[in-house]
């Protein structure tokens, strides 16, 4: 409206669809306000208010686009209005890939975030002297790098990473702020995230080759006939990182990114049409869940652990397994205890403000009572009268040894080496070995024996290969006649039979490395495996040395033990 103008002069009609167009915008606003005070935990709970949520949205993007022209002349729609609008819906996709794990959502996400850099949405902000306008700017680009590191588009990354600095360095020098060292810091986490993988693929050209790790077609073998395993399936996870002084990027450390991408497939690609920006449909469910149900907790304190999974174990379906994995810093007892049970032995860190000393929690307290703050392997015996999978990446993962399983239900701990030889260590603000090779077995395999790159041609070969190791893993564990049966009655589940072939890998891996010398230095497993019929199998030992050997590094490896073979 100018100011000449006079609201008696506009038509009635254009009036109405300004009127219109503010009560949309008001009605959305509030109700993606009132997203942050849902529960994020409970799977019910939210689904109405977040479709309620979706309606609004869909309606006012779609009004917007039909009478731009009225809304340009008459309520002088800026153009980054339009891209707030769009970034709340990528906003609105990511929570709900979130809170349903189903990855085509960040596909969808990442089609609105991609169509406001595109379209040049926040250009004109930098002209305006507001600066909480610029900060709108800077977190779109902070939550689109989010996305893309999902997606595995490094190269669009390193694009964002570096316009996000240009635009960081605009702001502070126009604007004297204070939040000045907190833009430069998400700067360095996210540089450092990117470069996080300790080995990259090359191409002929030497330019970086981008490999997706989740679970795809082919990648896990098949069940095959004869194998007597269980029917249970992976419905929901707890993805718990807590460790000092490891890479993080907006509340996910380098651990859980991996951990989470290990518990989904590949992406359906939903967002390539142009026609889907018109259309917000969160609630065309896929026909079965493709992925389990995660929950992603950073730092989470003992209340917060436990409530989440309390939540999880509600509503748990029949027949169904809750994975937890703590990827956290180990606390250790300090008295000794003439009755060795499951709160004598410590545990993993949950969050307070404490001292740390060496990456490992100093007590100040009396001896005969247990750490407070700290995950006990007896906190989570409740939770065993279901079918539960635990995966403890920690310093003190040896505690989690000492299982009871009071209930008879099926129950695995795959626990990672409490010890790692010094060139490992040094590298563990990177990530843990332990979850690389959960995460990607050939990527920690050459990270292990020292490789900085592998040429593409040699990767594939080395993948090809793998897929054959663990066709044979899985014979190994099925075909063996002392293993506990709960690896069994967990092996029918497609990512659960994954994470155990992997582990079994990277525990015969390390014992044949020679750098890994101490038993701390080998992963373990409450129930134990049958070490001759798998992480020693004399045929599983020979594919080691032949993958070392195709990468040729077979001389870090021990190969005396197969001169009987």
């Given at each position: 409206?100018?100011?000449?103008e006079?609201e008696?002069?506009?038509?009635?009609g254009?009036?109405?669809?300004?009127?219109?167009?503010?009560?949309?915008?008001?009605?959305?606003?509030?109700?993606?306000?009132g997203?942050?005070?849902?529960?994020?935990?409970?799977?019910?709970?939210?689904?109405?208010?977040?479709?309620?949520?979706?309606?609004?949205?869909?309606?006012?993007?779609?009004?917007?686009q039909?009478?731009?022209?009225?809304?340009?002349?008459r309520?002088?729609?800026?153009?980054?209005?339009?891209?707030?609008v769009?970034?709340?819906?990528?906003q609105?996709y990511?929570?709900y890939?979130?809170?349903t794990?189903?990855?085509?959502?960040?596909?969808?996400a990442?089609?609105?975030?991609?169509?406001?850099?595109?379209?040049?949405?926040?250009?004109?902000?930098n002209?305006?002297?507001?600066p909480?306008l610029v900060?709108?700017?800077?977190r779109?680009?902070?939550r689109?790098?989010?996305v893309?590191?999902?997606?595995?588009?490094?190269?669009?990354?390193?694009?964002?990473v570096?316009?996000?600095?240009?635009?960081?360095?605009?702001?502070?020098?126009r604007?004297?702020?204070?939040?000045?060292?907190e833009?430069n810091?998400v700067l360095?986490?996210?540089?450092a995230?990117v470069?996080?993988?300790p080995?990259?693929?090359l191409?002929?050209?030497?330019?970086?080759?981008?490999?997706s790790?989740?679970?795809?077609e082919?990648?896990?073998?098949?069940?095959e006939?004869?194998?007597?395993?269980?029917?249970?399936?992976?419905?929901?996870a707890?993805?718990i990182?807590?460790?000092?002084n490891q890479?993080?990027?907006?509340?996910?450390t380098?651990?859980?990114?991996?951990m989470l991408?290990a518990?989904e497939?590949?992406?359906?690609?939903?967002?390539?049409?142009?026609?889907?920006?018109?259309?917000?449909?969160?609630?065309?469910?896929?026909a079965k869940?493709?992925?389990p149900?995660?929950y992603?907790?950073?730092?989470?304190?003992f209340?917060?652990?436990?409530?989440?999974?309390?939540a999880?174990?509600?509503?748990?379906?029949?027949?169904?397994v809750l994975?937890?994995?703590?990827?956290?810093t180990?606390?250790f007892?300090?008295?000794?205890s003439?009755?060795?049970?499951?709160?004598?032995f410590?545990?993993?860190?949950t969050?307070?403000?404490r001292?740390?000393?060496?990456?490992?929690?100093?007590?100040?307290?009396?001896?005969?009572?247990?750490?407070?703050?700290?995950?006990?392997?007896?906190?989570l015996f409740?939770f065993t009268?279901?079918p539960l999978?635990?995966?403890?990446?920690?310093?003190?993962?040896?505690?989690?040894?000492?299982?009871?399983n009071?209930?008879?239900q099926?129950?695995v701990?795959l626990l990672s080496?409490?010890?790692?030889p010094?060139?490992?260590?040094?590298?563990?603000?990177?990530?843990?070995?332990?979850?690389?090779?959960?995460?990607?077995?050939?990527?920690a395999?050459?990270?292990?024996?020292?490789?900085?790159?592998?040429q593409?041609?040699l990767?594939?070969r080395?993948q090809e290969f793998?897929?054959?190791?663990y066709?044979?893993?899985?014979?190994m564990?099925?075909q063996?006649r002392?293993?506990?049966?709960?690896?069994?009655q967990?092996?029918?589940?497609?990512?659960?039979?994954?994470?155990l072939?992997?582990?079994?890998?990277?525990?015969?891996?390390?014992?044949?490395?020679?750098v890994?010398r101490?038993?701390?230095?080998?992963?373990?497993s409450?129930?134990?495996?049958?070490?001759?019929d798998t992480?020693?199998?004399?045929?599983?030992?020979?594919?080691?040395?032949?993958?070392?050997?195709m990468?040729?590094?077979?001389?870090?490896?021990w190969?005396?033990?197969?001169?009987?073979?």
């Amino acid at each position: 409206m100018t100011g000449a103008e006079t609201e008696d002069d506009i038509p009635l009609g254009e009036r109405k669809t300004v009127t219109d167009f503010c009560y949309l915008l008001d009605k959305s606003k509030q109700l993606f306000n009132g997203l942050r005070d849902l529960p994020q935990y409970g799977h019910k709970q939210w689904q109405s208010y977040f479709g309620r949520t979706f309606d609004v949205y869909t309606k006012l993007w779609k009004f917007q686009q039909q009478h731009r022209q009225v809304l340009d002349s008459r309520y002088g729609l800026r153009r980054w209005q339009i891209g707030e609008v769009a970034s709340k819906i990528g906003q609105l996709y990511y929570h709900y890939y979130l809170r349903t794990s189903e990855t085509s959502y960040l596909n969808e996400a990442f089609s609105f975030y991609s169509a406001i850099r595109q379209r040049s949405y926040y250009f004109q902000v930098n002209k305006e002297d507001r600066p909480e306008l610029v900060v709108k700017k800077l977190r779109y680009y902070a939550r689109y790098i989010v996305v893309c590191l999902l997606l595995n588009k490094m190269d669009l990354v390193k694009v964002l990473v570096k316009e996000l600095s240009e635009e960081i360095e605009d702001y502070t020098q126009r604007f004297n702020t204070e939040d000045q060292l907190e833009w430069n810091l998400v700067l360095q986490e996210v540089a450092a995230f990117v470069e996080a993988d300790p080995v990259v693929v090359l191409n002929d050209n030497n330019s970086v080759v981008v490999t997706s790790n989740r679970l795809q077609e082919g990648s896990v073998p098949p069940l095959e006939q004869g194998m007597v395993v269980g029917q249970l399936v992976l419905a929901d996870a707890l993805i718990i990182g807590n460790c000092n002084n490891q890479v993080k990027f907006s509340e996910l450390t380098i651990d859980m990114f991996r951990m989470l991408q290990a518990l989904e497939r590949e992406p359906v690609n939903l967002a390539m049409q142009p026609s889907k920006q018109g259309t917000l449909e969160p609630n065309e469910k896929p026909a079965k869940r493709e992925n389990p149900h995660k929950y992603l907790l950073y730092k989470p304190t003992f209340s917060q652990l436990f409530t989440f999974l309390s939540a999880s174990f509600k509503e748990l379906p029949a027949n169904s397994v809750l994975l937890v994995y703590l990827s956290a810093t180990g606390v250790f007892p300090t008295g000794n205890s003439e009755y060795e049970g499951p709160y004598d032995f410590g545990g993993v860190l949950t969050n307070t403000n404490r001292d740390v000393v060496n990456g490992e929690t100093v007590q100040k307290r009396n001896q005969a009572q247990k750490e407070m703050h700290c995950l006990h392997p007896g906190d989570l015996f409740p939770f065993t009268r279901k079918p539960l999978f635990v995966i403890v990446d920690s310093s003190n993962s040896a505690a989690y040894k000492h299982f009871t399983n009071l209930f008879g239900q099926p129950l695995v701990c795959l626990l990672s080496p409490a010890v790692y030889p010094k060139s490992v260590q040094d590298q563990s603000q990177r990530g843990s070995l332990f979850t690389l090779f959960l995460y990607s077995p050939l990527l920690a395999f050459s990270s292990v024996c020292g490789l900085n790159s592998v040429q593409r041609g040699l990767w594939e070969r080395a993948q090809e290969f793998l897929l054959k190791v663990y066709r044979d893993i899985g014979q190994m564990i099925t075909q063996s006649r002392t293993i506990d049966q709960a690896f069994l009655q967990f092996f029918g589940d497609e990512f659960l039979r994954q994470l155990l072939i992997r582990f079994v890998f990277c525990s015969a891996a390390l014992r044949l490395h020679k750098v890994f010398r101490e038993s701390q230095s080998f992963p373990e497993s409450y129930p134990e495996l049958p070490k001759q019929d798998t992480v020693e199998n004399s045929l599983l030992q020979k594919h080691v040395l032949e993958l070392a050997t195709m990468l040729d590094v077979q001389s870090l490896f021990w190969d005396d033990l197969l001169d009987a073979y």
